[in-house]
Each structure stands twice: as structure tokens, then as C-alpha cells.
């Protein structure tokens, strides 16, 4: 079975400064992860995909995650934090192509 | 475009009631798939829908059951409410059920208390 670990529920974090949100995954054979950010009253939102394409990925709003397959890691980065990044984070694998397994979440908070 | 609406928006019941959750997809999508949202928790996968018929169904009781319409509008019901129930219902769509290249677009859910 898959499943992904969201090493931190809660991240602080000025403004301006970098942000890592942790994630590990388990999958018996190469996975397709994302993240997905969900801020409050609003739908979730893709912010980026690894399939298998290239390692670092690049996705919206200037995040991105490194796929390391010997760590099974895909840890998102930010260079830097704005006050509209606090929201919810959720690091997710998928089992098949529309059944997502999500992790427990990392709730994102940026002080001035 | 609009995007993947549902309704309503919040909802309260008693336990031992029924509940229909109601799910638009966005126009040309085929695919509809349901996931239970428990407070502090991530979403979890209960069903998915495409072209009418169950395609996959997540670690759900039987008082749960779910159908698409020709419209490729859904429709969730739980049964017997009990309290454990309460959480935010998601509903996403895609164009089709098994691409890799596919996106799913989520609707912003309808909150569910039991009381």
C-alpha cells in the first residue's frame, strides 16, 4: 500500500524567509506524488506533480519540490514566503489515477 | 467556466438521519470522485464515478453510497448519520478516469455536523 508522512503538522515562518515543508513517501514502485495547498473556505489546489519526468519540479506561486528516491522524499521549498502562502499543505500519492492518498497535513503560517 | 460546485455548503443533522450531497463537475468532464475530510485530517477517497458507473471505492461503510447521472452530475448519501460522520465533503472531476496526464479540480465541499 501507499502512503506519504507529513513530518510537521505546524510551520512558522517570517516573511520574506524560505520555507520546507517535509514529506516522505512509501510506494512499492515509482510513485506519482503532488502537492496540494488548500487555503480556508476554498477547493483544494494542485500547486505541482512528479511523474517521473524530472526530479525537481516546478509548480505555481514559485514552489517546488525535489523528488529524491533514496531519501523517499519530495520535500516542498520556497525561496521566500509571502503572507498569502499561509494555508494548509497536504503532500499526497496516487494509487491509481483518480483514487489520491493524502497526508495528514502541514498547516503553514508567515508572520510579518 | 464555472467550476466543480456543490451544495449545499453546510448542512447540520441528527444522528440516525440521511443526507444527499450534490456534486456539479465541470462542463466536459466525465469523472466525479468523493472524499471525506475529518477535521484536522487529510481527505480521504470514498468513491469515483465515470460515465455513470462505480470505478473505484475507498474504506467506507455501506451506508455510503454515491451515483452519477447522465449529466455526469453526482450525488452522495450516507445513511444512519452517526457523529463520526461530521467532516467536509469534497468533490473533484476530471475529463477522463485513467490518464496520467490528468488534473483534478476540486469543488470547495459541503460541511457536514452531526449532532
Known amino acids: 500500500a501507499q502512503s506519504v508522512t507529513q513530518l510537521d503538522s505546524h510551520v512558522s515562518v517570517s516573511e520574506g524567509t524560505p520555507v520546507l515543508l517535509r514529506c516522505n513517501y512509501s510506494?512499492?514502485?515509482?510513485?506519482?506524488l503532488f502537492w496540494y495547498v488548500q487555503h480556508p473556505n476554498k477547493g483544494l489546489q494542485l500547486l505541482l506533480k512528479?511523474?517521473?519526468?524530472?526530479?525537481l519540479v516546478k509548480g505555481i506561486n514559485g514552489f517546488e519540490a525535489e523528488f529524491k528516491k533514496s531519501e523517499t522524499s519530495f520535500h516542498l521549498t520556497k525561496p521566500s514566503a509571502h503572507m498569502s502562502d499561509a494555508a494548509e499543505y497536504f503532500c499526497?500519492?496516487?494509487?491509481?489515477?483518480?483514487?489520491?492518498?493524502f497526508g495528514a497535513g502541514t498547516r503553514l503560517a508567515v508572520h510579518p | 467556466d464555472a467550476g466543480v460546485t456543490q451544495s449545499p455548503t453546510h448542512l447540520i443533522k441528527t444522528r440516525g438521519q440521511h443526507v444527499t450531497l450534490r456534486c456539479s463537475p465541470i462542463s466536459g468532464h466525465k469523472s466525479v470522485s468523493w472524499y471525506q475530510q475529518v477535521l484536522g485530517q487529510g481527505p480521504q477517497f470514498i468513491f469515483q464515478y465515470y460515465e455513470k458507473e462505480e470505478r473505484g471505492r475507498g474504506n467506507f461503510p455501506d451506508r455510503f453510497s454515491a451515483r452519477q447521472f447522465p449529466n455526469y452530475s453526482s450525488e452522495l448519501n450516507v445513511n444512519a448519520l452517526l457523529l463520526g460522520d461530521s467532516a467536509l465533503y469534497l468533490c473533484a472531476s476530471s475529463r477522463l478516469m485513467n490518464s496520467e496526464n490528468e488534473k483534478l479540480f476540486f469543488g470547495s465541499g459541503t460541511q457536514l455536523s452531526v449532532l
Open positions: 512528479y511523474t517521473s519526468a524530472a526530479t
Open positions: 510506494s512499492s514502485y515509482s510513485p506519482s
Open positions: 499526497v500519492v496516487s494509487e491509481s489515477y483518480n483514487k489520491l492518498i
